[in-house]
């Protein structure tokens, strides 16, 4: 009985202890696209700095800003990973609850590739179009817009082969859903003619673009909202199947998938950073400029994430995968001068 | 009963030879036999299934390409690399020269360059750092080091890159894998037993080879402590009061009824109360094994409030009784009597309400403790408590979660030592029960 005693007695003293020591380690949370880059960093940062290892959640970008939005204070996080910019409405729902404040660091692009199964149909070339014509809810076919009514991709385009349609995207509650949509839906949608015979069938051009985000539900098309090993081991499981990944994560299991060039361009590092390769993405973190002093070594991570020793060219973000920004510089003396968001748009 | 009597028709024959009626009857019950045997036959195929699973992706990650070479730091490349900010990669730069030296002088028969080293290696600059900074008497002698090649390395070590598969891949050239076969056969590169993933912390997602599961284990363990520390007292308390002393009333049978729902509340809500109360509300630290004891303490509580009151309910009344006939007070005769005969089953449940919250991963998502969290031990028991910390089936999920093959393996072998602590704490379960448990 009395060891029990004892620990009771610890836990009572350990939550004593907790309400006046202020918490000394960073705390991240966000886009599970940005998780790995962080994590590196913050294993850097742990074995190069005298501060301790920031802790870095994953949990999508969305709820990773809104937990950031949450409030000024040492039980909220510091840092939010996005793949994709903060919205106007969560910049004012981060005003509402004090957080005003925002430093908006770019850390580097990230590029979207679609892959399949390495020994599965050759599914090498794809268009906008083609996802478009694969996916979308409804499509122009005939001069008409109907019910997707496609079941193979040899069906819209020659060049493709006469396999069932299976692609396997990311559910909305990731940052790069939205740009799935934006690159590839909406130029399929457009290049189509769909989205022009939906404005000549009475629709208002916003619903018309919202139209040609809807993707089919029958089936052919699952949202994934897992991690990109959910989207890899589903394609292992169906031949056909066809995955939207994050480019380091095809890059580190090229035994197992192999890529689709889009609109021609094979996606590398090199083409992305060109801008060639159409479907990319910037991926930022976003730092609470309240916490900066309070929490120790908050500016140093920011700093540290995007020096050139780790953000570069050269530095172990690109070689697992990132994109760098060929604007870092700028980027460094924003961190540096602590420069916050819209201060001088 | 018309029909039994219809039945019992005047008994022919003698009870020696087996009528009709007696031979459906046992064929009845064969038949249901072998239903049973069936059914515990797919039972245990299933587990074989799962077992030669779990042990055959798991094992792998028990071993680990190790490259070992001597090397020989110097105090002015030592105060260089720290001079650094990314002083971790000087030191890797460093042991890389070195490592191209040596092996220029033992003049291997292949084409090398540096680049090709730095894609054996895994991330080894942090360990050679940590190392020379606690030993600094050791600059400017020959150290011996066991540094963890790379992922693509390993792989091939265990089969899991061959050269067929490396065609695409940036991180490995098949060119290097000629290298690496020299480097085995010159004694370099070794396939070693891996402590480093019983004993080490998470690593980067770049370093698959320096990642280990110690540090969320203790994670677990002091989870754990709380869960036992709390539950136990509170479940027991509530126990012998609501089956002792309570009256019998709308309000306890209000409370009865409630205890039985809440055990079969799903524990990811448990995780969002835990958020809201502990840590919004009470300002907790996040990531915390404290918190994350306090959830899995509410979602025990049920587990062995139930398994208490059956094991107090098994007590025969007849020893209250006698305790209550020689004049022991209510209390005495609870105490003394009642529950140390129902101590064997209340530890059972309380081991195997210990082993769920051990195994449970969703409320944890919610309270901060999944991610890149298990990095460093805790420096003494209070930080133990409050330090940010994973769990250890936290940990899995984590590591099933990233791209590198490495990891996928390394979550199959962090399954096998969290199933081997959950046997053992059932083990210890079952012994306890074996041994205390009193019959009627």
Redesign the interface.
């Known amino acids: 009985m009395s060891v029990?005693i004892t620990?009771?007695a610890?836990?009572i003293?350990?939550?004593s202890?907790?309400?006046a020591?202020a918490?000394d380690?960073v705390?991240v949370?966000g886009s599970?696209t940005v998780?790995?880059y962080?994590?590196?960093?913050?294993?850097?940062f742990?074995?190069?700095t005298d501060f301790?290892?920031p802790?870095?959640?994953?949990?999508g970008s969305s709820s990773g800003l809104k937990r950031f939005c949450e409030g000024v204070g040492?039980?909220t996080?510091d840092v939010a990973n996005a793949s994709r910019a903060i919205r106007e409405k969560e910049v004012a729902t981060c005003a509402e609850n004090g957080v005003t404040d925002i430093i908006e660091v770019r850390i580097g692009y990230d590029g979207i590739v679609f892959a399949s199964q390495q020994s599965g149909p050759a599914f090498t070339a794809f268009t906008p179009t083609d996802i478009f014509n694969a996916i979308g809810a409804k499509v122009l076919k005939d001069g008409q817009i109907v019910d997707n009514p496609h079941n193979s991709w040899s069906e819209f385009n020659a060049d493709l082969p006469d396999a069932e349609i299976a692609m396997f995207i990311p559910g909305t509650k990731h940052g790069t859903r939205e740009v799935f949509e934006e690159k590839v839906l909406l130029i399929g949608c457009e290049e189509t003619g769909a989205m022009q015979a939906m404005i000549d069938g009475g629709m208002s051009e916003d619903d018309a673009e919202d139209a040609c985000l809807d993707v089919r539900q029958d089936g052919k098309s699952v949202d994934i909202d897992?991690?990109?090993?959910e989207t890899l081991a589903r394609i292992d499981a169906n031949n056909n199947g066809i995955g939207v990944f994050g480019l380091?994560?095809y890059?580190?299991?090229?035994?197992k998938l192999k890529v689709a060039t889009m609109s021609g361009v094979e996606p590398t590092t090199a083409s992305i950073a060109s801008g060639e390769y159409p479907v990319s993405r910037p991926l930022f973190f976003y730092v609470k400029k309240a916490h900066i002093g309070v929490i120790p070594g908050l500016k140093e991570y920011a700093q540290?994430f995007i020096?050139d020793?780790?953000a570069g060219p050269n530095g172990?973000l690109a070689?697992?995968g990132l994109v760098s920004d060929p604007e870092l510089a700028k980027t460094q003396q924003m961190v540096a001068d602590e420069k916050v968001m819209g201060a001088d748009m | 009963m018309t029909d039994a009597s219809m039945d019992s028709a005047p008994v022919q024959g003698s009870l020696t030879t087996v009528d009709a009626r007696t031979r459906k009857r046992n064929a009845a019950e064969k038949r249901f036999k072998a239903y049973g045997l069936v059914a515990i036959m797919i039972g245990l195929f299933f587990l074989v299934v799962l077992a030669v699973s779990i042990l055959r992706s798991g094992i792998p990650a028990f071993t680990q390409a190790e490259v070992r070479v001597e090397f020989t730091l110097t105090q002015e490349q030592f105060d260089e690399a720290e001079s650094q900010?990314?002083?971790?990669?000087a030191y890797e730069n460093l042991f890389i020269a070195a490592l191209q030296s040596q092996l220029e002088e033992r003049g291997l028969e292949v084409s090398f360059d540096p680049a090709a080293i730095e894609r054996l290696l895994g991330k080894t600059?942090?360990t050679i750092?940590e190392h020379f900074r606690e030993n600094p008497n050791q600059i400017g002698t020959p150290v011996f080091f066991n540094l963890a090649a790379s992922s693509r390395v390993d792989g091939y070590f265990k089969g899991r890159?061959t050269r067929d598969?490396?065609?695409?891949?940036?991180?490995l050239e098949v060119s290097d894998l000629d290298l690496v076969d020299a480097l085995a056969d010159a004694g370099i590169i070794v396939s070693a037993f891996n402590w480093n993933f019983i004993t080490g912390s998470d690593?980067?997602?770049?370093?698959p080879g320096g990642a280990g599961i110690g540090v969320s284990v203790i994670g677990s363990f002091f989870m754990m402590?709380?869960v036992?520390?709390?539950s136990?007292?509170i479940g027991v308390a509530t126990s012998i009061y609501l089956e002792e002393f309570a009256p019998q009333n709308w309000f306890t049978d209000l409370i009865e009824v409630n205890i039985s729902n809440l055990a079969a509340v799903p524990s990811i809500v448990f995780g969002i109360l835990g958020l809201a109360v502990f840590?919004?509300f009470m300002?907790?630290?996040?990531?915390?094994p404290?918190v994350g004891?306090l959830v899995l303490t509410l979602m025990t509580l049920p587990t062995i409030i139930i398994s208490t009151r059956a094991s107090l309910k098994a007590v025969p009344p007849s020893i209250r009784e006698a305790a209550l006939g020689v004049g022991a007070s209510k209390m005495q005769t609870v105490f003394h009597h009642v529950l140390p005969l129902a101590a064997p089953g209340i530890l059972t449940g309380t081991i195997i309400g210990l082993a769920q919250a051990l195994g449970e991963t969703a409320p944890l998502?919610l309270i901060?403790m999944?991610?890149?969290?298990a990095?460093?031990y805790p420096e003494g028991?209070?930080s133990g408590?409050?330090d940010?910390n994973s769990a250890m089936p936290a940990q899995i999920y984590?590591w099933?979660?990233?791209?590198?093959?490495g990891f996928?393996e390394k979550a199959w072998g962090g399954i096998i030592i969290l199933l081997i602590f959950l046997l053992t704490m059932n083990i210890i379960a079952i012994i306890l029960r074996r041994r205390f448990e009193r019959r009627w």
Do not use: W
Request: no cysteine; proline share 5%; hydrophobic share 45%.
């Open positions: 029990k620990v009771s610890l836990a003293a350990a939550v202890a907790t309400a020591a918490r380690n705390q949370a599970s998780l790995p962080a994590s590196i960093v913050a294993e850097a742990g074995d190069n301790p290892t802790v870095v959640e994953s949990g040492e039980n996080i897992g991690d990109y090993t380091a994560f890059e580190n299991n090229t035994d540290f020096s020793d780790l172990p070689n697992y | 900010m990314l002083k971790t990669k600059g942090s750092r890159v598969t490396l065609v695409d891949s940036r991180f690593s980067g997602v770049d370093n402590l709380v036992l520390a709390l136990l007292p840590i919004q300002h907790l630290p996040q990531s915390a404290l004891g998502l901060g999944v991610g890149f969290i990095r460093a028991v209070v408590f409050i940010p984590t099933a979660a990233r791209a590198d093959a996928y």
